[in-house]
């Protein structure tokens, strides 16, 4: 049973920075594909940035520049260093794991960010 949880989030002032952690156990790591979504009240939820097995990276158009997304496979971890925080980055944050063998995407529980003075 593969399990995904993440960790880090929390309230930071406008132009902060928090990293989320992202765990995984239950596979092969290496073999997962890790995405970072989030979803607003209100809205629905949306791809922030991913990183492939592979490790090639895409980011949405509204963090590119501010976020970084990395994992380390030895570690079972992703992670999804955000700067510059802007209000509009206020929501929670869904790591997930996509397991192509399966075509299956298994979802953490999610993590609050608040981004406000």
């Known amino acids: 049973q593969v399990q995904v949880v993440e960790s880090g989030g929390g309230l930071v002032q406008p132009g902060g920075s928090l990293t989320l952690s992202c765990k995984v156990s239950?596979?092969?790591?290496?073999?997962?594909?890790m995405a970072w979504y989030r979803q607003a009240p209100g809205k629905q939820r949306e791809l922030v940035a991913g990183v492939e097995s592979t490790d090639t990276t895409l980011y949405a158009d509204s963090v590119k520049g501010r976020f970084t997304i990395s994992r380390d496979n030895a570690k079972n971890t992703a992670w999804l260093r955000m700067n510059t925080l802007m209000p509009e980055d206020s929501a929670i944050y869904y790591c997930s794991a996509y397991r192509p063998s399966l075509d299956h995407r298994y979802w953490g529980q999610g993590t609050q960010v608040t981004v406000s003075s």
């Open positions: 239950g596979y092969i790591f290496s073999r997962l594909d």
